[in-house]
T-cell receptor
């Protein structure tokens, strides 16, 4: 049971390049989330999904797109990277069936945009 | 809307000192409350939680009590260790659990 995994762990992009971050969970959770973490800002929700094939915007969705084609995977895309997107990105998942809604986090992806 | 406000850091303590990290919240309903811990270079891990008023969550010597009357969920530990050095996040989840609201985090450094 690997929990929540993220690929890649580190990435450096040039302004304007695109990339996709992959999140996978093996806990059969319904909900999945993408956050970014910046110094002094805590965690801010980018997008989330309440089930396969559904996505919704969070607090800071601009410049990002997401897809949830399979229940276990949640992809975060940057179509044209900007220096303001330099951050640490965390994926999380949770299950509403338990009624506790605890979120389980991946180890993070450190992205630098130059 | 919902929000969480937690004590600003950084906090530096000597080993065996007492710790309190304040957390207050604003919510429209009856949220569940959480403390998460983030060790250097890692993701967040659940430290403890409380799902209703007057519940006390506890784990690894840390405690927090859900106080509805003061809308607070302060994190406490009687004797901190060097291994407790980390960033601590207070969070709430309301309703169906679609969204969590996190505080900005409090960095704790414990020196020997």
């Amino acid at each position: 049971n690997a929990g929540v995994t993220q690929t890649p762990k580190f990435r450096v992009l040039k302004t304007g390049q695109s990339m996709t971050l992959l999140c996978a969970q093996d806990m059969n959770h319904e909900y999945m989330y993408w956050y970014r973490q910046d110094p002094g800002m805590g965690l801010r929700l980018i997008h989330y999904s309440v089930g396969e094939g559904t996505t919704a915007k969070g607090e800071v969705p601009d410049g990002y797109n997401v897809s949830r084609l399979k229940k276990q995977n949640f992809l975060l895309g940057l179509e044209s990277a900007a220096p303001s997107q330099t951050s640490v990105y965390f994926c999380a998942s949770s299950s509403y069936s338990s009624g506790n809604y605890e979120q389980y986090f991946g180890p993070g992806t450190r992205l630098t945009v130059t | 809307g919902d929000s969480v406000t937690q004590m600003e850091g950084p906090v530096t303590l000597s080993e065996e000192a007492c710790l309190t990290i304040n957390c207050t919240y604003t919510a429209t309903g009856y949220p569940s409350l959480f403390w998460y811990v983030q060790y250097p270079g890692e993701g967040l891990q659940l430290l403890l939680k409380a799902t209703k008023a007057d519940d006390k969550g506890s784990n690894k010597g840390f405690e927090a009590t859900y106080r509805k009357e003061t809308t607070s969920f302060h994190l406490e530990k009687g004797s901190v260790q060097v291994s407790d050095s980390a960033v601590y996040f207070c969070a709430l989840s309301e309703g169906t659990g679609n969204q969590f609201y996190f505080g900005t985090g409090t960095s704790l450094t414990v020196i020997p």
